[in-house]
């Protein structure tokens, strides 16, 4: 009985001992607040974020941003809306250079130049995590976890 207890006490111990799993902020799209998009479905952000379409229904020109590759969340945001490595994003978008067709989004560093650059933009796309989306944006998309 002595080992079975002494087993028991260290399995708990070690399980005590071990992180937390980690919990992820919900990513959202966000919009020019006065750009006139109230949603957007999952298809219309994939375009706009491939350049595959480069209007809203309003006929405002979307100018999305992008973050760095080294930011952690570029890579939950495609996983998140296409099931893409970020590998695969930068080769879709290499060829498309390469071909003369498209441009990349601009890219930045932060979440907060992600708002910087939607809000002095009219009309401005990004993703950002939901609690730093503030009344400067419009939230018109949130990703599934």
Known sequence: MP???LLLLCMTSWLLLQPAA?????LVVVVNARCG???MTRNEV??????RSRQYFNGVETQPVDMV???????R???ALVGKELSEVNAYWSRQVFSGRLQPPVKVGTPEEVLKWVVSHPGGIGF???SKADARVRVVYELPK
């Open 69 to 75: 590759d080294t930011h952690p969340d570029r890579a």
């Open 46 to 51: 994939i375009n706009a974020f491939f350049g």
């Open 128 to 130: 950002v995590e939901l």
């Open 3 to 5: 080992i079975r207890r």
């Open 77 to 79: 945001f495609y996983d």
């Open 37 to 39: 998009v109230a949603a």
């Open 22 to 26: 980690e919990v992820r902020a919900e």
